[in-house]
């Protein structure tokens, strides 16, 4: 998969992934992993870039005396997701096109 297009997707699957309830690194690789295929040093860029654009929001919590940093959706997030999906039905279309379902 291209890489601009399969970053772009993951970061929608991270967000998607704490949409429900707050998360850590582990177990969002954890709940991405049956969808695509991630690493640490691959989720953790992300996590920051989502951080930094205000999609979501991180804090600590003790956790078998270490600090856990647990990630929290932000309404920027849940749109970033909305607009995915108002945009899927284009990417589908393309899909189509190249799978030749469908013609010009």
């Not at 860029?45 to 979501?56: D, T, V």
Request: charge should be positive; include cysteine.
């Amino acid at each position: 998969m291209e890489s601009q297009l399969k970053r772009g997707l993951i970061e929608v699957c991270v967000l998607a992934a704490i949409r429900t309830q707050d998360s850590y690194g582990y177990q969002i690789i954890k709940d991405i992993s049956p969808y695509l295929s991630i690493s640490e040093s691959t989720l953790y860029p992300i996590l920051k870039r989502l951080e930094a654009s205000g999609s979501l929001t991180v804090y600590s919590i003790e956790h078998n005396g270490r600090l856990r940093k647990y990630y929290k959706i932000t309404q920027t997030g849940l749109d970033k997701i909305e607009a995915f999906k108002d945009e899927w039905h284009k990417l589908q279309k393309a899909y189509d096109f190249i799978a030749g379902k469908e013609k010009l």
